[in-house]
Nanobody, 113 residues
Framework: QVQLVESGGGLVQPGGSLRLSCAASRIIFGAAVRAWYRQAPGNQRDLVARITSTGSTNYADSVKGRFTISRDKNTIYLEMKSLKPEDTAVYYC?????????WGQGTQVTASS
């Protein structure tokens, strides 16, 4: 069983920055897409950013120009800058392939003064 372990969440003032990490417990082959999602209270879980096996990236319109997704072996990162109160949510990482769909446990990000 693969585990995805997230870290890097926390409380930050609006305008601040955070870097999230998501590390897999073992090497995963065939992960076509690796992504970050977020879910605020009372809302559905939404895609924030995704990166494919070829390195192609996509972002939600609300985070374009502020967030950057990257990867290194079996770890993905989400660099978040100029954080806004509306970015407050639990952030989840996801590794998706033809025969699997792994999720992390979530890490809380709060942008508040």
């Amino acid at each position: 069983q693969v585990q995805l372990v997230e870290s890097g969440g926390g409380l930050v003032q609006p305008g601040g920055s955070l870097r999230l990490s998501c590390a897999a417990s073992r090497i995963i082959f065939g992960a076509a897409v690796r992504a970050w999602y977020r879910q605020a209270p009372g809302n559905q879980r939404d895609l924030v950013a995704r990166i494919t096996s070829t390195g192609s990236t996509n972002y939600a319109d609300s985070v374009k120009g502020r967030f950057t997704i990257s990867r290194d072996k079996n770890t993905i990162y989400l660099e978040m800058k100029s954080l806004k109160p509306e970015d407050t949510a639990v952030y989840y990482c996801n590794f998706n392939g033809l025969s699997f769909d792994y999720w992390g446990q979530g890490t809380q990000v709060t942008a508040s003064s």
